[in-house]
């Protein structure tokens, strides 16, 4: 499986809606923080990837685990695994 920058970046901006303000906003919404917040992120990446891939007949296992796990990196800043260009 090849990974499309696109598709990561798409569900980045999910529906609209860049997916690091849902989060932030859930997080402070619930008060949760630390290792809770996190897991919220984690959470909340995945299933907004399930959404997009779904809805774009690209679901599968596989690349719900490898976009959901490039997401949530990238949605929590944790790391950036593509280069931003602008």
Do not use: C, D
């Amino acid at each position: 499986m090849q990974v499309q920058p696109e598709v990561v970046q798409a569900i980045l901006l999910f529906f609209g809606i860049p997916l690091v303000g849902l989060i932030q906003t859930v997080k402070r919404w619930l008060k949760v923080e630390g290792w809770g917040a996190i897991a919220l992120a984690v959470v909340i990446s995945y299933i907004a990837t399930a959404i997009y891939l779904a809805i774009n007949e690209m679901f599968t296992v596989v690349a719900l685990i490898v976009y959901g796990f490039i997401v949530a990196g990238e949605a929590s800043g944790l790391y950036h695994v593509f280069k931003k260009t602008t």
